[in-house]
Protein backbone atom coordinates (compact mmCIF):
# COMPACT_ATOMS: atom_id res chain seq x y z
CA UNK A 1 0.00 0.00 0.00
CA UNK A 2 1.23 3.43 -0.62
CA UNK A 3 0.04 6.37 1.04
CA UNK A 4 1.21 10.53 0.53
CA UNK A 5 1.43 12.50 3.13
CA UNK A 6 2.58 16.29 2.26
CA UNK A 7 4.83 18.07 4.67
CA UNK A 8 4.78 21.74 3.25
CA UNK A 9 1.81 23.90 4.02
CA UNK A 10 1.07 27.96 3.00
CA UNK A 11 0.68 29.46 5.72
CA UNK A 12 -0.18 33.09 4.07
CA UNK A 13 -2.56 31.16 1.79
CA UNK A 14 -4.40 29.09 3.96
CA UNK A 15 -5.06 31.87 6.63
CA UNK A 16 -6.10 34.89 4.36
CA UNK A 17 -7.50 33.70 1.41
CA UNK A 18 -11.19 32.03 3.50
CA UNK A 19 -11.53 35.80 4.83
CA UNK A 20 -9.85 38.56 2.71
CA UNK A 21 -10.93 41.50 4.12
CA UNK A 22 -10.38 44.89 2.70
CA UNK A 23 -6.55 45.39 2.80
CA UNK A 24 -6.12 42.25 -0.14
CA UNK A 25 -6.96 42.58 -3.59
CA UNK A 26 -9.84 42.42 -5.27
CA UNK A 27 -8.35 39.90 -7.99
CA UNK A 28 -6.61 37.23 -5.64
CA UNK A 29 -7.62 34.02 -7.19
CA UNK A 30 -6.83 30.59 -5.65
CA UNK A 31 -7.78 26.86 -7.20
CA UNK A 32 -6.48 23.61 -5.33
CA UNK A 33 -6.46 20.29 -7.27
CA UNK A 34 -4.00 16.93 -7.71
CA UNK A 35 -0.69 17.22 -9.66
CA UNK A 36 0.82 14.10 -10.26
CA UNK A 37 -0.81 12.71 -7.63
CA UNK A 38 0.05 15.52 -4.59
CA UNK A 39 -2.27 18.30 -3.35
CA UNK A 40 -1.78 21.52 -5.64
CA UNK A 41 -2.48 24.63 -5.80
CA UNK A 42 -2.08 28.22 -7.07
CA UNK A 43 -2.63 31.23 -5.61
CA UNK A 44 -2.48 34.57 -7.98
CA UNK A 45 -3.08 38.07 -7.69
CA UNK A 46 -4.65 39.67 -11.52
CA UNK A 47 -7.53 41.23 -12.71
CA UNK A 48 -7.62 38.72 -14.95
CA UNK A 49 -6.75 35.30 -12.60
CA UNK A 50 -9.63 33.32 -13.87
CA UNK A 51 -8.21 32.89 -17.34
CA UNK A 52 -5.14 33.02 -15.96
CA UNK A 53 -5.66 29.62 -13.71
CA UNK A 54 -7.28 27.95 -16.54
CA UNK A 55 -4.26 28.57 -18.93
CA UNK A 56 -2.15 27.29 -15.98
CA UNK A 57 -4.57 24.26 -15.94
CA UNK A 58 -4.30 23.76 -19.22
CA UNK A 59 0.19 23.70 -18.79
CA UNK A 60 -0.06 21.07 -16.21
CA UNK A 61 -2.12 18.63 -17.94
CA UNK A 62 0.47 18.79 -21.18
CA UNK A 63 3.09 18.48 -18.50
CA UNK A 64 1.43 15.45 -16.97
CA UNK A 65 1.46 14.15 -20.57
CA UNK A 66 4.82 14.09 -20.80
CA UNK A 67 6.31 12.96 -17.06
CA UNK A 68 3.26 11.09 -15.66
CA UNK A 69 4.21 7.53 -14.27
CA UNK A 70 0.45 6.59 -14.57
CA UNK A 71 -1.10 8.06 -17.51
CA UNK A 72 -0.70 5.27 -20.21
CA UNK A 73 -0.41 7.69 -22.95
CA UNK A 74 2.05 9.74 -21.14
CA UNK A 75 6.07 10.05 -23.10
CA UNK A 76 7.30 8.47 -19.68
CA UNK A 77 5.10 5.50 -20.14
CA UNK A 78 5.92 5.22 -23.56
CA UNK A 79 9.76 5.70 -22.55
CA UNK A 80 9.25 2.61 -20.16
CA UNK A 81 7.23 0.84 -21.90
CA UNK A 82 8.83 0.43 -25.31
CA UNK A 83 12.29 1.22 -24.11
CA UNK A 84 12.56 3.88 -26.41
CA UNK A 85 10.75 7.22 -27.30
CA UNK A 86 11.58 9.24 -30.71
CA UNK A 87 10.97 12.59 -30.97
CA UNK A 88 10.90 13.59 -26.77
CA UNK A 89 9.24 16.70 -26.31
CA UNK A 90 11.89 19.51 -25.01
CA UNK A 91 10.86 19.60 -21.59
CA UNK A 92 11.76 15.44 -21.45
CA UNK A 93 15.23 16.36 -22.54
CA UNK A 94 15.43 19.17 -20.32
CA UNK A 95 14.51 17.77 -17.25
CA UNK A 96 16.22 14.70 -18.18
CA UNK A 97 19.34 17.07 -18.61
CA UNK A 98 18.88 18.47 -15.13
CA UNK A 99 18.58 15.43 -13.53
CA UNK A 100 21.83 14.17 -15.26
CA UNK A 101 23.25 16.67 -13.55
CA UNK A 102 21.80 16.28 -9.67
CA UNK A 103 23.03 12.73 -10.31
CA UNK A 104 26.66 13.79 -10.73
CA UNK A 105 26.07 16.82 -8.16
CA UNK A 106 25.04 13.81 -5.43
CA UNK A 107 27.20 11.33 -6.31
CA UNK A 108 24.37 9.42 -7.36
CA UNK A 109 22.46 9.56 -4.68
CA UNK A 110 19.65 10.94 -7.24
CA UNK A 111 18.93 8.28 -10.01
CA UNK A 112 15.61 8.24 -11.68
CA UNK A 113 16.35 4.47 -13.01
CA UNK A 114 15.38 3.80 -9.58
CA UNK A 115 12.12 2.71 -10.83
CA UNK A 116 12.81 -1.12 -11.18
CA UNK A 117 13.76 -1.35 -7.64
CA UNK A 118 10.71 0.70 -6.66
CA UNK A 119 8.33 -1.44 -8.56
CA UNK A 120 9.67 -4.61 -7.35
CA UNK A 121 9.32 -3.06 -3.36
CA UNK A 122 5.53 -2.10 -4.53
CA UNK A 123 4.44 -5.58 -6.12
CA UNK A 124 6.38 -7.99 -2.94
CA UNK A 125 4.88 -5.87 0.00
CA UNK A 126 1.61 -5.63 -1.56
CA UNK A 127 1.85 -9.36 -1.68
CA UNK A 128 2.61 -10.05 1.99
CA UNK A 129 6.56 -10.08 2.09
CA UNK A 130 9.88 -8.12 1.05
CA UNK A 131 12.13 -8.47 -1.26
CA UNK A 132 14.88 -11.29 -0.68
CA UNK A 133 18.43 -10.11 -1.30
CA UNK A 134 18.73 -12.25 -4.48
CA UNK A 135 15.83 -10.38 -5.89
CA UNK A 136 17.33 -7.03 -5.05
CA UNK A 137 20.24 -7.69 -6.60
CA UNK A 138 19.01 -9.14 -9.89
CA UNK A 139 16.82 -5.75 -10.14
CA UNK A 140 20.09 -3.63 -9.31
CA UNK A 141 21.02 -5.21 -12.31
CA UNK A 142 18.79 -3.50 -14.36
CA UNK A 143 18.27 -0.01 -12.65
CA UNK A 144 20.28 3.09 -12.85
CA UNK A 145 20.86 6.03 -14.55
CA UNK A 146 23.82 4.45 -16.13
CA UNK A 147 21.72 2.77 -18.52
CA UNK A 148 20.06 5.60 -20.19
CA UNK A 149 20.66 7.15 -23.22
CA UNK A 150 19.01 10.64 -24.52
CA UNK A 151 19.39 13.46 -26.83
CA UNK A 152 16.76 15.03 -28.66
CA UNK A 153 15.93 12.85 -31.27
CA UNK A 154 15.61 9.70 -29.40
CA UNK A 155 15.68 8.59 -25.55
CA UNK A 156 16.05 4.74 -25.02
CA UNK A 157 17.27 2.15 -22.19
CA UNK A 158 20.48 -0.02 -22.76
CA UNK A 159 19.24 -2.32 -20.35
CA UNK A 160 15.85 -4.12 -21.09
CA UNK A 161 13.69 -4.03 -18.28
CA UNK A 162 15.10 -0.50 -17.11
CA UNK A 163 12.30 2.15 -16.05
CA UNK A 164 12.13 5.65 -15.01
CA UNK A 165 10.45 7.59 -12.11
CA UNK A 166 10.65 11.27 -12.57
CA UNK A 167 8.49 11.49 -9.38
CA UNK A 168 11.54 13.11 -7.80
CA UNK A 169 11.99 16.39 -10.08
CA UNK A 170 8.73 16.58 -12.07
CA UNK A 171 6.75 18.11 -9.17
CA UNK A 172 8.90 20.96 -8.95
CA UNK A 173 10.05 21.04 -12.54
CA UNK A 174 6.20 21.70 -13.23
CA UNK A 175 6.21 24.71 -10.34
CA UNK A 176 8.57 26.17 -12.20
CA UNK A 177 7.26 26.07 -15.77
CA UNK A 178 3.10 27.29 -14.39
CA UNK A 179 5.43 30.15 -12.76
CA UNK A 180 6.91 31.17 -15.59
CA UNK A 181 4.34 30.83 -17.67
CA UNK A 182 2.05 33.03 -15.42
CA UNK A 183 4.79 35.75 -15.06
CA UNK A 184 5.30 35.64 -18.68
CA UNK A 185 1.57 36.65 -18.74
CA UNK A 186 2.10 39.75 -16.28
CA UNK A 187 1.56 37.89 -12.78
CA UNK A 188 4.00 39.63 -10.40
CA UNK A 189 2.50 37.64 -7.17
CA UNK A 190 1.74 34.15 -7.20
CA UNK A 191 2.57 30.90 -5.23
CA UNK A 192 2.64 27.76 -7.49
CA UNK A 193 1.94 24.57 -5.22
CA UNK A 194 2.14 21.29 -7.28
CA UNK A 195 3.98 19.17 -4.29
CA UNK A 196 6.48 21.30 -4.58
CA UNK A 197 6.50 25.37 -3.65
CA UNK A 198 7.63 28.15 -5.99
CA UNK A 199 7.00 31.65 -4.52
CA UNK A 200 7.10 34.76 -6.52
CA UNK A 201 6.19 38.51 -5.30
CA UNK A 202 4.21 38.82 -2.23
CA UNK A 203 1.30 37.08 -0.54
CA UNK A 204 -1.99 38.65 -0.44
CA UNK A 205 -0.96 39.93 3.00
CA UNK A 206 1.08 41.92 1.31
CA UNK A 207 4.72 39.91 2.85
CA UNK A 208 6.66 36.99 1.17
CA UNK A 209 4.97 33.93 0.80
CA UNK A 210 5.24 32.65 4.19
CA UNK A 211 5.49 28.47 4.30
CA UNK A 212 5.54 26.09 7.03
CA UNK A 213 8.00 23.24 6.56
CA UNK A 214 6.03 20.91 8.80
CA UNK A 215 9.34 19.35 10.81
CA UNK A 216 9.38 18.88 14.54
CA UNK A 217 10.94 22.17 15.09
CA UNK A 218 8.12 23.87 13.81
CA UNK A 219 9.98 25.85 10.85
CA UNK A 220 8.75 28.78 8.72
CA UNK A 221 10.43 30.31 5.73
CA UNK A 222 9.36 32.90 3.46
CA UNK A 223 9.89 32.59 -0.18
CA UNK A 224 10.06 35.49 -2.94
CA UNK A 225 11.54 34.40 -6.27
CA UNK A 226 12.60 31.30 -4.24
CA UNK A 227 11.43 27.46 -3.87
CA UNK A 228 11.10 24.82 -1.26
CA UNK A 229 11.16 21.14 -1.96
CA UNK A 230 10.48 18.79 1.02
CA UNK A 231 11.59 14.98 1.34
CA UNK A 232 10.71 12.19 3.70
CA UNK A 233 11.69 8.89 3.50
CA UNK A 234 8.07 7.95 5.16
CA UNK A 235 6.45 10.35 3.55
CA UNK A 236 5.21 7.66 1.12
CA UNK A 237 5.19 3.95 2.31
CA UNK A 238 4.98 0.31 0.82
CA UNK A 239 3.15 -1.18 3.62
CA UNK A 240 0.29 -0.31 5.71
CA UNK A 241 2.15 0.44 9.08
CA UNK A 242 4.20 2.93 7.38
CA UNK A 243 7.45 1.31 7.97
CA UNK A 244 9.17 0.69 4.05
CA UNK A 245 9.35 4.49 2.54
CA UNK A 246 9.80 4.82 -0.52
CA UNK A 247 12.89 6.47 -0.83
CA UNK A 248 15.37 3.55 -2.31
CA UNK A 249 19.09 4.20 -2.16
CA UNK A 250 19.49 3.17 -5.64
CA UNK A 251 23.67 2.57 -4.82
CA UNK A 252 22.04 -0.58 -2.42
CA UNK A 253 18.49 -1.40 -3.74
CA UNK A 254 17.46 -0.68 -0.12
CA UNK A 255 14.88 1.88 1.39
CA UNK A 256 17.06 4.64 2.87
CA UNK A 257 16.72 7.00 5.34
CA UNK A 258 19.53 9.50 6.87
CA UNK A 259 17.14 11.89 7.71
CA UNK A 260 13.75 12.10 8.57
CA UNK A 261 12.86 14.87 6.95
CA UNK A 262 14.65 17.12 4.28
CA UNK A 263 13.69 20.60 2.77
CA UNK A 264 16.13 22.54 0.29
CA UNK A 265 14.95 26.08 -0.42
CA UNK A 266 16.55 27.08 -3.92
CA UNK A 267 16.43 28.89 -7.13
CA UNK A 268 14.30 26.46 -8.92
CA UNK A 269 11.71 24.12 -7.68
CA UNK A 270 13.26 21.35 -9.75
CA UNK A 271 16.46 22.07 -8.10
CA UNK A 272 15.15 21.87 -5.11
CA UNK A 273 12.80 18.57 -5.65
CA UNK A 274 15.87 16.64 -7.12
CA UNK A 275 18.93 17.65 -4.39
CA UNK A 276 15.53 17.46 -1.48
CA UNK A 277 15.42 13.74 -2.89
CA UNK A 278 18.45 12.72 -2.66
CA UNK A 279 19.53 14.26 0.52
CA UNK A 280 17.63 11.48 2.42
CA UNK A 281 20.16 9.55 1.42
CA UNK A 282 23.23 11.49 2.29
CA UNK A 283 25.04 12.09 5.60
CA UNK A 284 25.84 15.93 6.38
CA UNK A 285 29.03 16.57 4.92
CA UNK A 286 28.20 14.76 2.05
CA UNK A 287 24.99 17.64 1.83
CA UNK A 288 27.18 20.31 2.90
CA UNK A 289 29.63 19.70 -0.22
CA UNK A 290 26.65 18.89 -2.60
CA UNK A 291 24.21 21.88 -1.34
CA UNK A 292 25.85 24.78 -3.43
CA UNK A 293 23.59 27.97 -2.69
CA UNK A 294 21.01 26.28 -1.60
CA UNK A 295 19.71 26.05 1.50
CA UNK A 296 19.19 23.11 3.65
CA UNK A 297 16.79 22.48 6.25
CA UNK A 298 16.96 18.54 8.58
Not at 108 to 136: C, H, K, M, N
Not at 183 to 198: A, K, L, P, Y
Request: hydrophobic share 40%.
Amino acid sequence: MTTRRRFLSILAGSAILPSLGTSASADVASWKGVVLGANARIILDHPQADRLISMALAEINRLENIFSLHRTGSQLSALNRDGQLTDPAFEMVELLSLSSRIHRRTNGAFDPGVQPLWALYAEQVSAGSRPTQQQIDKTLRRAGWQHLRFDTAEIRFARTGMALTLNGIAQGYIADKVTALLRRNGVENVMVNTGEIMGTGQAPDGRDWLVHLGNAKGKQIRLNNRAVATSAPLGTSFDQNGKIGHIIDPRTGLPGAKHAQVSVVARTAAEADGLSTAFCLMTKAEIDAAKGDTTVYL
